[in-house]
């Protein structure tokens, strides 16, 4: 049986990766929408905009430009939990 890949809340789950870390990529995003993978002290990494792309609410809201600037920050933060990172 094939190995799961774990989510960033997999990981967050099991303390590999924090609330900060994950506050933190949000972050990175919200300022510069091209930013470099994100990388978590674990070792792991992640592309928010990829992880965006990924999540098909996460992508529709923030294409909207009425989407408020709360509900943008929800968003990426929210397709950052749940997406998948790669290590190292």
């Given at each position: 049986?094939?190995?799961?890949?774990?989510?960033?809340?997999?990981?967050?789950?099991?303390?590999?990766?924090?609330?900060?870390?994950?506050?933190?990529?949000?972050?990175?995003?919200?300022?510069?929408?091209?930013?470099?993978?994100?990388?978590?002290?674990?070792?792991?990494?992640?592309?928010v905009a990829k992880a965006?792309?990924?999540?098909?609410?996460?992508?529709?809201?923030?294409?909207?430009?009425?989407?408020?600037?709360?509900?943008?920050?929800?968003?990426?933060?929210?397709?950052?939990?749940?997406?998948?990172?790669?290590?190292?």
């Amino acid at each position: 049986m094939a190995k799961e890949i774990p989510s960033v809340g997999d990981l967050r789950r099991k303390s590999e990766v924090t609330d900060d870390e994950i506050q933190a990529a949000t972050a990175a995003y919200m300022k510069d929408e091209d930013a470099k993978p994100f990388a978590f002290k674990s070792g792991h990494s992640i592309d928010v905009a990829k992880a965006i792309e990924m999540h098909p609410q996460a992508r529709k809201l923030l294409a909207e430009e009425a989407t408020p600037p709360g509900l943008r920050r929800t968003m990426v933060m929210t397709a950052v939990i749940m997406g998948f990172p790669v290590r190292g």
